[in-house]
């Protein structure tokens, strides 16, 4: 069965930085678009960053110059390196996977994914 799982959050200070993972099992991962999504309580689902076979990528504004993308297709894992965190970085972080077929790229219109992991929770402190 499809299944995404996050990893690498955790707390710490302002200016600090993390590395999230999420390891892809059950599909075929070159097959699929893959992003990175969060939510903080209170507020709407965001995309943050995103990545296509191909390897383009794209940024929400808040994390241009801070916010990495990458993959490992032989692990079928995707990373988001964080740098320079600040407490509006606070949130749930999510993995997300869509079919190629169906979609032209990646996006950030979550309700265009279909598999998504459990997350992840960053809190930056300030």
């Known amino acids: 069965q499809v299944q995404l799982m996050e990893s690498g959050g955790g707390s710490v200070q302002a200016g600090g930085s993390l590395r999230l993972s999420c390891a892809a099992s059950?599909?075929?991962?070159?097959?699929?678009?893959m992003a990175w999504f969060r939510q903080a309580p209170g507020k709407e689902r965001e995309g943050v960053a995103a990545?296509?076979?191909?390897?383009?990528?794209m940024y929400a504004d808040p994390v241009k110059g801070r916010f990495t993308i990458s993959q490992d297709n032989a692990k079928k894992t995707l990373y988001l390196q964080m740098n320079s965190l600040n407490p509006e970085d606070t949130a749930m972080y999510y993995c997300a996977a869509v079919p190629r077929r169906g979609e032209n790229c990646a996006t950030f219109i979550a309700s265009r994914y279909n598999y998504w992991g459990q997350g992840t929770q960053v809190i930056v402190s300030s």
């Open positions: 990545l296509d076979s191909d390897g383009r990528t």
């Open positions: 059950g599909f075929t991962y070159s097959d699929y678009w």
